[in-house]
């Protein structure tokens, strides 16, 4: 490759398109940079090219929820090294990596093995070009390119916190189709386990659109974000997320767009903690996981925990014994035995000797009101530390 010439085209112009234009025509193929937000913001195709799949991403100006899915570099044993992927309805393989700066992902470059040769090339020559490229893209950035004008946009500048207050971003949504929206529920979908490689016809957007119609699928840090209005049924969610592997956070309901960052905020804590602990697709709300994310806020703090409740989990460990989880169902149940049997799937027997071994060996008053709320806090967070976690909240299909 020429990096003469490429770096001059870095110094004397600003110009991403030149630039793409350049390191095309050195390798030979085809190209798209693209944003993190998923849109083409540079292109090169020559002019003897013909690709019905890489032509119409180019005319919709964004890649599909499908190439999406290919780019889920979190998986990968080195995300920094490019993916070779071969596409549906198209006879060329593409070469997928990312744009990085200072450790930031901030978009990735698409190029067409045309002609076949592109895993001959020196992966250091892709890493140099990447990073020329990385850094264009930046500069694109901070001299003031944007494309804030669409609604995507308007929302994730909302999310992003750049607006100075409600007054701002009222008068940049009136310019969109944002000013008749009333919202309802936010959803948000992960979509690391949807695989697909028809790269062509958007597919998963389309369902989308039809299950909840009127409402516009955005991207926003690699995930969907769908506003949902009351109108919608979130069980189509749920049987879109099984149909296409998808993992899914529906969050509380909002009346006023500008607290979208509200709701979002939780349903994020949700998705994090649930990508973590959930094996295959999903789909949870919000309101099924409040206690279990407060406790979590709160499990830092051991000196929250009664010492006595400390002792009892210790005990439980050492000797295989359940008092610390009879105690916690008990006074949940509000002193039922009968519950606390049901919950516990026990017997009434086997329940009240443990009740009264916590009352007599151990010396807790169950039956004291003021005794009741800090005995189970603290109950509740030593069961939290024994990753009991499916007592406070549903976690499906659970790793």
Known sequence: MDWEKLLREFFESDSLDGLLKDAGAMLGCPMLVVDDAYHIVASYVPETFRDAVFQAAIERGEITYEAISALNWDLLPDPSAGVFQPVEDSPYVRRFSCLSSSGVRIGYLICVDADGTLALKSPEDFKRLEGILAKQLICRRQSGWTSATTAEEVLAHLLDGKFSGAGAFRAQAGSTSLFKYRPDRLALINLGLYHSSNFGDDILKSELSAAFPGCSP?????????????????????????????????SGRFTDLYLLPQVYAPAREVMDYLLGRAAGAFCAHTSQFRCLMALRRLSDRPDLIDPRISALGRYDAEHGTELCLTMYTYLACHHSVQLTCERLFTHRNTVLYRI????????????????????????????????????????????
Not at 222 to 247: F, I, K, Q
Not at 362 to 372: A, N, S, T
Not at 378 to 392: E, I, K
Request: charged letters at 25%; glycine letters at 10%.
């Open 218 to 250: 955005f991207l926003y840090r690699g995930e969907v974000l769908l506003l949902l209005n009351a109108s919608h049924d979130t069980a189509a969610l749920d049987d879109l997320s099984g149909r296409y592997s998808l993992r899914s956070v529906i």
């Open 356 to 399: 009264r071994r916590l009352r007599e060996d151990f010396g807790f008053g169950l039956d004291r009101p003021e005794e009741v709320l800090p005995l189970l806090l603290s109950s509740a967070l030593v069961l939290l530390a024994a990753h009991r976690d499916g007592l406070f909240a549903p976690i499906p299909g659970g790793k």
